[in-house]
């Protein structure tokens, strides 16, 4: 039952629209209290399709959730669950696009790796959300350079949790 509570509320999060390419859209339960949170568990999102790329996402929304204070719950219920869904699309630059044409070139430079990431927590016992963030970013095809961008992208979107809002 947590797990499609918490997908349907993901994918209404999801729902509300894109974000510009590098704005994070965040939202959060005002009433609850983020102060008592301390423990959190993964619970199926819907990760990335190439498991290099999971596995940088995992990483970096655990040190993130670490920095925030939280433990990851090993043997007993967790205060809540995480879960992040990814999706990897191609853009077009048609600015870019246009210059290539003019210039007789290949059409092919004109495209680019876009990545949009949300993560949401939701309370285990309610099933409740409680917080959630959606960014969109452009991805750099090197490994090294989309690795660091996702931790960047991970970085701006817990600098939105309550508990960060100046």
Do not use: H
């Not at 994070?24 to 498991?51: C, I, M, R």
């Not at 690795?147 to 970085?155: N, P």
């Amino acid at each position: 039952m947590l797990r499609l509570g918490g997908l349907m509320m993901l994918m209404l999060f999801v729902a509300q629209g894109r974000p510009a390419p590098g704005k994070v859209n965040s939202t959060y339960d005002e009433s609850a209290n983020f102060q008592t949170l301390k423990t959190y568990s993964w619970v199926q999102g819907s990760p990335a399709f190439d498991p290099s790329v999971d596995k940088t996402i995992v990483a970096a929304v655990d040190s993130e959730m670490s920095a925030l204070g939280f433990t990851k719950a090993a043997d007993k219920p967790a205060d809540v669950a995480i879960r992040y869904l990814a999706v990897r699309s191609t853009s077009i630059d048609l600015k870019k696009l246009s210059e290539i044409e003019k210039a007789g070139g290949d059409k092919a430079g004109a495209d680019y790796t876009v990545g949009r990431l949300v993560i949401a927590m939701q309370d285990v016992k309610s099933g409740k959300q409680l917080w959630a963030a959606d960014c969109v970013e452009r991805l750099n095809p090197a490994v090294a350079e989309r690795d660091a961008t996702i931790r960047q992208v991970a970085t701006r979107m817990f600098e939105t949790y309550p508990t960060k809002k100046k």
